[in-house]
């Protein structure tokens, strides 16, 4: 028996397993490359979270906006609000919500407006006319 095919099986597996291993360490050296980026950018996040964090406890405190009520009219009307040049009446906010133009819409529309005015969203400048607050 010879050796020499044996030993030529033996030579193309070592070639195999040479060329994985130095397959597998060029992946191992992008990771790293990749793993210190990544741990970069992690630090420059840290970083930048503690000087906002700092920045921001400079800074006076903003006022709360106040929560509206929970009903499906209350971001609505403030929508009507933000495209009006000018202050509105509760029928006038009734039209732009596409409501019938009842006493007992405009009413209701005008209780709303009531409390929006309450909640210092909305500010009444004449009996009836509503703006919104600055």
Same mark, same amino acid.
């Given at each position: ?6 030993? #030529? /099986?033996?030579? $193309? &597996?070592? %070639? ?5 291993? %130095?397959?597998?360490?060029? &992946? *191992?050296? +992008?990771?790293?490359?990749? $793993?210190?980026?990544? +741990? ?9 979270? @503690?000087?906002?964090? =700092?920045? =921001? ?12 009520? %929970?009903?499906? #009219? ?17 029928? #006038?906010?009734?039209? /732009?919500? #596409?409501?019938?133009?009842?006493? @007992?819409?405009? +009413? ?9 005015? @309450?909640?210092? *969203?909305?500010?009444? *400048? %004449? ?6 607050? &600055?």
């Amino acid at each position: 028996m010879s050796v020499e095919p044996l030993l #030529d /099986a033996l030579g $193309l &597996q070592e %070639d195999a397993a040479r060329a994985l291993a %130095d397959d597998l360490r060029t &992946q *191992i050296m +992008e990771l790293q490359g990749r $793993l210190r980026e990544a +741990e970069t950018h992690l630090e420059h996040l840290a970083i930048t979270r @503690k000087t906002v964090t =700092a920045l =921001a406890d400079r800074l006076p405190a903003a006022a709360a906006s106040p929560e509206l009520p %929970d009903h499906p #009219d209350y971001p609505r009307i403030l929508a009507v609000f933000n495209e009006a040049s000018g202050p509105l009446r509760a029928r #006038d906010v009734c039209e /732009a919500l #596409d409501h019938e133009l009842l006493p @007992k819409n405009i +009413e209701g529309t005008r209780a709303k407006l009531k409390r929006l005015v @309450k909640l210092g *969203i909305l500010a009444e *400048i %004449d009996t009836g006319s509503f703006v919104r607050k &600055q």
